[in-house]
């Protein structure tokens, strides 16, 4: 960076004007930086340091470089750690309504009083990574369509979608139903499922995933279910039987639903929620 460059980025700093942004882990640390350039080497014990959240409350206070726990508000002690080397303030055991913005402030003790010579505002943004999801079979197949449900738990925030994708070998079709959510009134954390019925494809082979779509490129899957469709020649018809095996993730030798149809699958590549 150039001295110019440098100079306008101390000028934001200084003036408050700079909020940076930071990311933390639901119940792990999170961290809130004050970047004190500290030009005149000046030591702890000239100075006043304090942190306080958007509502004023205070989470940490050194003054001539002692803790001032008194001054602390009873939600934030015992949760914070200042690291000196970098002049950024610790918060741990995150949680979701931690979410907010922060600003530190450094006052220098001279003889005519304390004087404000650094501030900064930060925003800290709380995440919790969902879960695999997961996929449950319902018992309720019928002749032409298969019924399933998907889940995860635990994440933030809400998800953009949920939805399931078919894929042969020649193509992928993916079938969108109702995000079903519900959130813990105490840690703030979704839980998310659909239900999907959709046409037995007409492939031999098809593989079944759980997308939960977090942001436009940011997907998780579920472990793969694999769908084995037999053919077997009726003795006493003319109509051909197809015999369609759902098989567990990660597990071939074990079927988990079988189910017997007589009908010509529908071509139909819409999804009905139910």
Request: hydrophobic share 35%; charged share 20%.
């Amino acid at each position: 960076m150039g001295l110019r460059n440098t100079l306008i980025v101390m000028a934001l700093l200084l003036s408050g004007a700079a909020s940076l942004k930071s990311h933390a882990f639901f119940n792990e640390t999170g961290e809130l930086p004050c970047h004190f350039p500290n030009t005149q080497n000046l030591s702890l014990d000239e100075l006043v340091i304090f942190w306080q959240d958007q509502n004023k409350l205070v989470l940490y206070e050194l003054f001539k470089g002692q803790e001032k726990p008194n001054n602390v508000h009873p939600k934030y002690i015992g949760r914070t750690s200042f690291d000196q080397d970098s002049w950024t303030l610790r918060l741990h055991n995150v949680q979701i309504k931690d979410t907010g913005s922060y600003q530190c402030f450094i006052h220098h003790r001279r003889s005519q009083g304390l004087v404000s010579i650094h501030q900064m505002s930060s925003d800290l943004i709380v995440l919790a990574n969902f879960s695999q999801p997961e996929i449950r079979l319902i018992a309720n197949q019928t002749e032409v369509y298969i019924n399933l449900t998907c889940s995860s738990t635990q994440g933030y925030p809400e998800p953009q979608k949920m939805y399931v994708r078919l894929n042969t070998k020649n193509s992928t079709s993916n079938y969108d139903a109702v995000l079903k959510k519900s959130q813990n009134n105490i840690t703030e954390l979704y839980n998310v499922s659909i239900s999907v019925s959709f046409p037995i494809p007409p492939e031999t082979n098809v593989t079944i995933f759980c997308v939960l779509q977090l942001e436009p490129t940011e997907i998780i899957l579920s472990p793969p279910y694999n769908i084995e469709i037999i053919k077997v020649e009726g003795k006493e018809s003319e109509q051909t039987e197809k015999r369609v095996e759902l098989q567990k993730p990660g597990r071939s030798d074990e079927v988990q639903c079988d189910v017997n149809i007589s009908k010509t699958t529908s071509d139909n590549k819409s999804a009905t929620d139910f």
